[in-house]
Structure formats: C-alpha cells, structure tokens
C-alpha cells in the first residue's frame, strides 16, 4: 500500500468525531492492506514498532526528530524548535514545512508502508557510534520524499505517539465487521444463534442476527489475542487465513498472555456465598511478574505485558534453577522481604527495582522473591483451562526448593470465621490483604470474573480501594498554580461495553508542584484540538488530551454526579468525592478501572464496615 493512503486514512480517523466512524474508517482500511503489510500498518497507528510486548523504540527524542525535519525540508533545527512552540506538535511542523520546503531532495520516490516500516525497523535498531546521524538520515530519507500529509504522520511516529487514540478493542471490532460475512457461511453457528433470537420480533431478528455474529467474530479474535498479544501477527492471520487460521494461534513462551483480573466482595461470608471452599492467599504488594522459561533462556512480563527482564537478574537466576521443566509459563508477585526481619518492605521500597541504571547494585541491596501463584503452561502443555485446584498442584510440583521462588502463603477454607482470622494475621504481617481463589475456575485471560476475590483493609473514611483513572484533560492553572501551567486534571474511567472514556473527577490534590511541572509537560505533548472521539465528558476542560496516561487516586468516597458521564443513567452519572492521586501507574488506558468497577464499588462502600 502507498504509504500517502495510509495516512490519508489517518487523517480521516483523526478528524473522526465519534468512536464508530473511527471502527468504519480502521475497517475500510484493513479491507484494502494484504496479509504482509496489516501488522505493519497495525504497529504504526498505535505508534509502535512491533508488538508492544516487545518494546521496539526508536530511540530518537525530540531533539533528533526535530533535525531530522529541519534538514529534510532544508530549514534550520531552530526554526523547527520554534514552530514547535508554536504549534505544540512536531507533527504539524513536518507538514508545513513539508509544504514549503526550501530545498527539494535530488532523489525522492513515491513512499510505500514496507519503505517507511523497514527505516524506522533499521532506526530502532542502529546501535553504537553515529547511530545518531544514521537514524536522522533514515528519518530524513522517508520526509525528503513525504507530502504535508505523509510528513505529519512520519514525524509523529518516531515518538511514539500518533495522536489518533486507537486502542485495541476498536481494531478488534474493525476486524469483526470485515470477517462478519466469513462467519455468517457457518450454518451451526448461524443455527445457534437463530435459535437465541425466537422471543424476538420478525422485524428486529435480522440486524439482532447481525449485531450477534459481529460480536462472535470479535470474541473469537479477542480469545486468541488474550493468550497471544500481539495483534499485528493476529491481524495477518486473519488476513491470510481468515478466521479459520485463528485455530493455530497457541499459548506461546517468550509471548505474553493477558493477565487475569481479580473481583471485589465486601466481606467473607460474600465470598463465601460466592465460590464456597477456596484457596485465600495472603495479598503481596510488590510487582506482578508473569514469568516465561524456554530452555535457558527466562522472560519476565509486567502487569502491562512489558519486557522487564533485564531489570531483574536474580529472578532470571532464580527461574532458571528453580523451575523443575525444559519449557513454563508461571506467575506470582515479588517484592523485596527485610532478610533481617523477614517483614516484607513497603511498596515504595520494592518500586525502586524499576530502573534502566545501577540495577546490579540495587539488585544486591533489595533483592526481590517471587512468591508463585499460578501456572499456565508446563512443557508445551495448555494448563488454562484446567480446573486451579490442580493448576496449583502442578505449580507446587513444578517449582524446586531454592532461595528466590517460593509459593504464596494460603489456607483452604469454607469458613467466614477462619478467612477474617487469616485476612487479620495477613494485615498484622503488613500485607494488603487477601485473594480468594475459585477452586475449580479456569485461568481467565484478560478478564476480571470471579475467579479471583479481592478483601482490601479500608481506612477510616476511606474508600477501601484506590481507583485507576485516565487523563483526559486539563486546567490551566490559577493564582498560585499559574507558573505550572497546570491546576488540575481531568480523569475518567474506562467503559469496557462502548470503548469509551467517560469523566468521573477533577483531580487537583495530592500533586507535588515538581509533579505539576511534569505532567504539563507529558500532556501538552499529547494535547488535542478538539475532544478525542472516544471520550465522553460533561465538563470541559482547557485543554483535551488524548488518553494515555493512568494515574491512581484515592478518595472518599463515590457520589452520585449531574456532570460527570460515568455510569450516566437518567441525568445522573457517579464522581470521586475528594480525589487525591496518590501514583502514576504504567497500565494501558484500557486497563483503568471500568464503569462496572465504579458501580460495584458504590454498592459496596453503603456494606462497608470501616475499621480502625
Ligand atoms: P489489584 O491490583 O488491587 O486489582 O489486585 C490484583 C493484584 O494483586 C494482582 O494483579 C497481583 O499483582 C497482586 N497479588 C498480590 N498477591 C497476589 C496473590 N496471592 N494472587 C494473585 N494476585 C496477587
């Protein structure tokens, strides 16, 4: 495809104004693209190089970016610098002065998305002395050749941040109206379905048929996109095989399977009520690891799918003696435990392992324990969809005795009396709490069931749980806050059913002024002329942003709201009383905490008893 279509297609999805036209447009798109460049063209509209998991990045910051569109066009780098206050995008600046270039390139030929990907693959991947100049050259090479509107789209890739706001269940769902037809040929299916839509009137049964099968297409790609994440390799499956190819898409080591969520219940008798005798284990507060063994070689993911490995040399050591088998995928949390004390260390220490510099050294200072949890996946063999009780079995089989991994701590129990007793002993050791575990659940890939059960210790006057919410905008700040440029933050919460962000509190407590510095910072960057078509919010704030950061707040409590759109049922939507952020968090917009969260907690916190 000539890469001038993909970005005319960009445009359109960025002058979308509603997160359906955005799904029509991405699936007119993947209609036109072939099996080999779809996962290409996938990386490229959410910024990316590869699968995120992955990590590929450019590796050129502002700086770089803004030479290599100086020299492309034949202007000077401070001229770039300029019209980059101006316009607050490097995009925008590439564009016009693509427009009005003061030098044309002696060679320059037509773009297509195999030339514009394999130089930024090459850019990613130059290391070691004047790799700079060779990345400007490369970047410069593609916009020498660039219209305005292929230059916008090419300067904003290098950065990661393409400004359209497509995440992945709007590719899924472009998917599932292009592949609709293929399913609609499978008479079993369509007799099923027909079958579910009997009550329903004469009239209404054919777009009810419609709306099912779409939505059985999207379930099919998003199972296989759950123990498999990436979905530029998914999408080319589909290109080339169709929805059959999806039967060979397998639990793989070394790629990440989406975590599973836990549930909130108020009390042990709920949870009880709930699973009946289940294996309670004491909540660890470190980091979540998801651990892949092939061979020699170890992977560690995050909660986000990130590639952590090089952070983290002991846990490598650790799974490479400990783990009993040629080839696993397991899971659990680590966290740095006081070998003096034997008391596990607050979270705060624990976060210091993040890093990209010194890590051998704080490695030795906080070495961390994993303590294991679950396991997916033993020599080859798919355990996720065997019942946990022997899931855990084979965990405890799996994992040798040694000094870095060890099981979570736990009691089998049918009892309320016996878990409060166990949640109590758990807070006293200074953990957060306690998971209840379904004996006889499945491993749930990427969704939040009742499998897992969380009881959080709640403060007084305190909401038991902190919520996760998405920068959707901001306010300039007033009086004192004014020399920050920031007063406060927009968030909303995450609507899983339409894909969307809706507003839930105006956050402006709990912000350090270094912090406010920085966050103007990170979010004028991703600033949007006009509201981001997949945010709904009563309020508007000065400045939209695309959503992308997530940050975590406490509050009060959750209040029923006229202006806020979360939960918005009759006028009425729900807001945070007295927010505070308390952390940034490294999760997808997508992973926020959802309207469904928002709800159940305001059921919950009327139950709740508060403790001292
Ligand atoms: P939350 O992040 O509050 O929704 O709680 C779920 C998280 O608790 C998981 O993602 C894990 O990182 C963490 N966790 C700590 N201990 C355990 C445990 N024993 N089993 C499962 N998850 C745990």
């Known amino acids: 495809m000539e890469f001038k279509k993909l970005a005319n ?3 359109k999805i960025e002058n979308a104004s509603s997160r359906l036209d955005m799904t029509n447009i991405l699936a007119e798109l993947f209609a036109e693209a072939d099996a080999k460049e779809i996962g290409k063209i996938i990386y490229l509209s959410q910024g990316e190089l590869s699968a995120a998991y992955v990590g590929l990045e450019s590796g050129m910051g502002e700086s770089l970016i803004a030479e290599g569109v100086a020299k492309a066009n034949g202007y000077s780098k401070e001229d770039v610098e300029k019209g980059y206050k101006d316009l607050g995008d490097l995009g925008l600046v590439a564009e016009k002065l693509a427009g009005n270039k003061k030098q044309r390139a002696l060679f320059s030929s037509k773009l297509d998305v195999e030339k514009v990907f394999a130089n930024f693959y090459k850019i990613a991947n130059v290391e ?5 100049q060779l990345k400007i050259k490369l970047f410069a090479e593609l916009l020498n050749s660039a219209s305005p509107v292929e230059a916008k789209f090419i300067a904003r890739i290098p950065a990661g941040n393409m400004r359209l706001g497509i995440g992945d269940p709007t590719i899924m769902d472009a998917f599932a109206i292009n592949l609709s037809d293929e399913l609609r040929k499978n008479k079993k299916v369509i007799v099923e379905l027909e079958s579910e839509l009997k009550e329903k009137k004469e009239e209404k049964r054919k777009t009810e048929l419609d709306r099912k099968i779409k939505f059985r297409v999207r379930a099919m790609i998003e199972e296989k996109y759950n123990i498999h994440s990436d979905l530029g390799e998914i999408a080319s499956i589909l290109k080339g095989k169709g929805l059959k190819g999806l039967e060979n898409v397998e639990i793989t080591p070394g790629i990440p ?8 219940l108020e009390s042990t008798e709920k949870i009880v009520e709930k699973i009946g005798k289940c294996l309670v284990e004491a909540k660890y507060d470190g980091f979540r690891f998801q651990v892949h063994k092939k061979g020699e070689e170890v992977t560690i993911f995050s909660r986000q799918s990130e590639n952590m490995t090089h952070m983290f040399p002991e846990i490598v050591e650790g799974a490479k003696k400990q783990i009993n088998s040629k080839s696993a995928i397991i899971e659990g949390e680590a966290l740095a435990l006081d070998e003096h004390t034997g008391q596990y260390f607050p979270f705060q220490v624990t976060i210091q392992r993040k890093r990209k510099y010194d890590i051998d050294e704080k490695a030795k200072e906080f070495p961390l324990k994993l303590f294991a949890f679950d396991v997916m996946m033993v020599d080859g063999k798919n355990l996720m969809d065997t019942a946990f009780e022997k899931r855990r079995a084979a965990l405890k089989k799996l994992i040798k005795k040694g000094d870095v991994i060890e099981l979570t701590d736990g009691i089998v129990s049918d009892n309320p009396k016996e878990i409060d007793e166990y949640f109590e002993t758990s807070i006293e050791k200074g953990l957060e709490g306690i998971i209840a575990k379904d004996l006889k659940a499945k491993y749930i890939a990427g969704a939040r069931k009742f499998a897992w059960i969380k009881l959080k210790r709640s403060y007084k006057g305190e909401l038991s749980d902190s919520v996760d919410v998405v920068i959707v905008g901001y306010f300039k700040g007033r009086g004192k806050r004014v020399q920050f440029g920031l007063g406060g933050l927009l968030t909303a919460v995450y ?3 339409e894909d969307k962000f809706k507003s839930i509190a105006k956050v402006g407590t709990g912000i350090s002024e270094d912090k406010m510095v920085e966050l103007e910072k990170m979010l004028s960057k991703i600033s949007s002329s006009k509201k981001p078509a997949r945010v709904d919010s009563g309020i508007e704030p000065d400045i939209w942003v695309e959503p992308k950061y997530v940050i975590e707040v406490r509050a009060d409590e959750i209040t029923r709201s006229p202006t806020h759109t979360a939960g918005k049922k009759n006028d009425e939507g729900y807001a945070l009383r007295f927010p505070r ?12 905490t959802s309207v469904k969260e928002i709800l159940k907690m305001y059921k919950m916190q009327k139950h709740v008893q508060v403790e001292d």
Not at 257 to 264: F, M
Not at 581 to 592: C, G, L, N, V
């Open 581 to 592: 952020m308390i952390s940034d968090r490294t999760k997808k917009p997508e992973e926020a």
């Open 495 to 497: 609507d899983e059913d």
């Open 257 to 264: 399977i989406r975590p599973t969520l836990a549930e909130r």
């Open 9 to 11: 297609y960009f445009q």
């Open 128 to 132: 070691g002395g004047g790799s700079q």
